[in-house]
């Protein structure tokens, strides 16, 4: 029997997802011939297509279930198919895990009926909370002696162990096979934890969640595939709701997706899948593109030849991979790959961001068509290229951002001034704090210009020089000398008079010094008097009167600010929930100093929903790392790889979370080897190759150092092809 599911191959940018809206289209096509059919027909049913057997969208109103590896990418497929109908027809866009999540959720009255679980609503723990809940679970058990025998912190081996259970989940392992999993992979390992010791922490963990509704992303994953699918009266609803799915690069999903998949197409449902070979971006992370390649038995595979028309993969892939593959060999590399050589990593920076704005000022390249891949990018780094390419009025996105909430200034102010209002948080704040709080809070916005061109500039450094304060950095240390008052309960700020010499201060600061004395004076007051709901609701005043105050933002504060938000509502939600399970003798505001010292940690990033700013996209130079780039599916003309000597190429700029190759369905549990590191380093080094040379048209650059920022010498993986360059551009060429 033909199947009418569909397997689409190809590379990056072969037309995957095109050929997906295009497989959808024809479906809506055949439906519509079909219903024409029916309703001319007044005698009976006639049989029609058997893809229109099963997507009765108009009469049963069944939907469509799309999938994408990202939620980027979700976002931008959904969009794409609703446009390509219309809107007409019912279609769900979800990433795997939050389907997993929606599903889990929705039919939680079943899983409390089937697993024996207290009626309550489950409340999903981001992952930050549930590290910190982790780790008090297991404190008394993660001593000394089993830190050492780790070689790591406790937060670090707390995140390692949440890790496998969700590791395992994705595979469709049951929580209860872990430590058989981990001792057969393990082997006579003596470096790590016990398996039987590792498993009996994490069903500890997952049984204390369940008893509290708490959800955790592997929690979901395992009560989906374990529970839900298995589950009749699910089953029945699910291949009701879902006649038809379409799962763009599934070479990033894991295992569970296929059990999803071959359910509803067991059921009937018809099926269309793309896979990228030298996709699995999320391999060591979760995703497993072999096993999901196996649902390619039962579609009809189409294979989309040829790399993209507009790319240098054709011209470069085989050349860079032999090169990388043979060292050995002699190759040089053609025009279109370019060389910057330096010896120190300051120098590689400082003259990549004068080539990059050179080529823009002489309109060889326009900014948005530029971008600047590394495979991990550090403070410093990321600093210089901005501020280089920023003073030559060049705008720079730095893709998925996700630097800790703690590092915005706004976000320190807000937690100093929940400190100065709340009692019992004295130990929280200094002088320091002080000042920059009165800094921040003092700041007016100016309108921006208005002009096109000036809103294209638009940047985090330009908005903060767009800011004026009334009380500048002088004037706010000077105040905070004088006028702070330490206590390790209530700590206070005096009037300005207190200090001998107010004069100094002017009129501007001193009226603001006074305007936020008098409002932390009311929040003090109605905090005593219990008017304030919580710390939330004093954020939000906060951020009204201060920092709001009718100016629009800078869209990098604004996610911060909304991040913070929601970081603050989630926390709390969660302590709501634990104390009516759990009552704890506390003082009042334990829980504000932990939410202030959870910040501080940097666990938190700014990346709130939605993840992007709303209208098209910035002309600005792109900069990310390997992962970030790879994921994002973009395209540019001209491309700069950082740090090209650097040996964390070979690691595709994201680390592999501990136990990943345990759980690989095809094999599942086998030891892994140095010999397999190894192979699985060069086969990723040759997927990211080929990846990266699909997404650029027309320039290379090798950015290499001779030292790293440490100062040891960089021999990585690539540096044969920075010694195969013919183009080389040095110190001295660009002075």
Known sequence: MVSHSVWIVGTSRSGKTARLVEQFCHWVKLENQYNESFYTKKSGRKKGSHVSEFL????????????????????????????????????????????????????????????????????????ETEQELATKLWRPQLDEEILRIAGVNESRLVRRILD?????????????????????GLGENTTTLEPEFLACLLLDWRNWCLERGLLTYGIITELYSQYLLSDRNY??????RYQAVLADDVDDYPSVARLLFELLLDRGAVGAFSYNPDGAVRLGLGADPNYLEGLAERCRVEILTGPPPESLSEQLTKQMVELVTEPMVLLSLPKTVHSIQTTSRAQLLRQTAEVIANAIQSQQVQPEEVTIIAPGLDAIARYTLVEILIKQNIPVESLNDQRPLISSPIIRALLTMLALVYPGLGRLVDRDAVAEMLVVLSRKQQPPENSTDAMNRVSTTDAMNRVSTNIDPVRAGLIADYCFVPHPDRPNLLPVSTFERWDRIGYAATTAYNEILEWLEQQRSQQELRLIPSPISLLDRAIQRFLWNGSNLPYEQLAAL???????????????????????????????????????????TANPYPVRPIGGARKAVTLATIFQYRSSRRSHRWHFWLDAGSPLWAKGGAATLFGAPFFLRDRLGEPWTAEDEKLAEEQRLQRILTDLLSRVSERVYLCH???????????????PLVNACVTVISESTVN
């Open 705 to 719: 150092s001779d030292l790293a920022v440490n100062g040891q010498e960089q021999l990585g993986p690539l540096l």
């Open 56 to 127: 009765h969208l108009k009469q049963t109103d069944p939907g469509v279930l799309v999938l994408a590896a990202n939620d980027d990418n979700r976002r931008e497929l959904g969009d794409i198919i609703v446009t390509s109908t219309f809107g007409k027809y019912p279609v769900r866009a979800k990433t795997p895990l939050g389907f997993f999540q929606d599903e889990v959720i929705l039919f939680w009255p079943l899983l409390i009926n089937s697993l024996n679980l207290k009626a309550q609503f489950p409340v999903r723990l981001r992952p």
């Open 562 to 604: 909304r991040e913070l938000l929601e970081t603050a509502q989630h926390y709390w939600e969660i302590d709501t929930r634990l104390r009516q399970i759990a009552p704890v003798e506390t003082t009042p505001h334990t829980t504000i100093i932990e939410f202030i010292q959870l910040l501080r940690r940097g666990t938190i």
């Open 164 to 184: 496998l259970l969700q590791l395992a989940a994705y595979s469709g392992t049951p929580c209860e096979d872990i430590a058989q999993i981990l001792a057969r």
């Open 235 to 240: 089953q029945q609803h699910l291949t009701k």
